[in-house]
């Protein structure tokens, strides 16, 4: 029955190619979203990216900190200073935003998209916060004549908090850009698994250099 087996074969060309042809192409679906089909590039696949580059940035500080630790334990050139006193509040805001980011990433989870925009504002205004924190300290030790050049530790103070400023300035971008430009629900959980990802990475990582710098003398 040559007749069936044209027509059967019809349909099947119609089923697979579907009304814009053979070629055409399914959406792009960012890890997380719904409506069915597949998704090709699923949500572990941005986690595996973020946790790589925390790995490379988490290197880059270590490298640091053994250069403070050996530069040190072999100068007679150390010249401990008195950590400004508005390092203690920025170490407690930058605390703070990390409480706000899981508020808002629970509350996202719950559906409750009024109460996530809210706590993921504070937690932006929070970053905020903390980076003018950080060059008013830099001011305040300018001041008290505690400059780059001053003395190997001041040296490493500037460094290590410039560094870090720097990488928490990219982690508050992102916070801004998720503010200002909303994505599709589920698009929205993927991108904020991974900011969060990075910002509580930040965040620990301030209060080791912080400890490193001034309690750990």
């Known amino acids: ?39 090709e590039v699923p949500q572990r696949t941005y986690v595996t ?10 290197m880059f500080f270590m490298a640091l900190a053994s250069a403070l630790i050996v530069r040190k334990g072999m100068s007679n050139d150390w010249q401990n200073f008195t950590a400004p006193k508005i390092l203690y509040l920025n170490t407690l805001i930058l605390l703070a935003s990390s409480f706000t980011l899981v508020r808002s990433r629970r509350t996202l989870a719950q559906g409750n998209l009024g109460s996530f925009c809210y706590w993921w504002n504070i937690t932006t205004v929070l970053g905020i916060f903390f980076l003018a924190g950080q060059l008013i300290a ?31 300035l990219g982690g508050l971008l992102a916070l801004i850009s998720v503010a200002l430009r909303p994505t599709q629900k589920l698009t929205r959980s993927t991108v904020t698994e991974v900011i969060s990802m990075y910002w509580h990475f930040m965040d620990a990582l301030w209060v080791f250099i912080f400890l490193l710098l001034f309690l750990g003398r």
């Open 1 to 39: 029955m040559p007749g069936a087996v044209a027509t059967t074969e019809t349909i099947v060309t119609i089923e697979v190619g579907g009304p814009s042809g053979p070629a055409a192409t399914p959406p792009r679906r960012a890890g997380g979203d719904s409506g069915g089909g597949a998704h």
């Open 49 to 58: 990216g973020i946790t790589v580059a925390l790995a490379g940035i988490l």
């Open 138 to 168: 830099w001011r305040q030790l300018a001041h008290a004549g505690v400059y780059l050049r001053t003395s190997p530790n001041s040296s490493f103070f500037y460094v290590f908090t410039g560094a870090h400023g720097v990488h928490l």
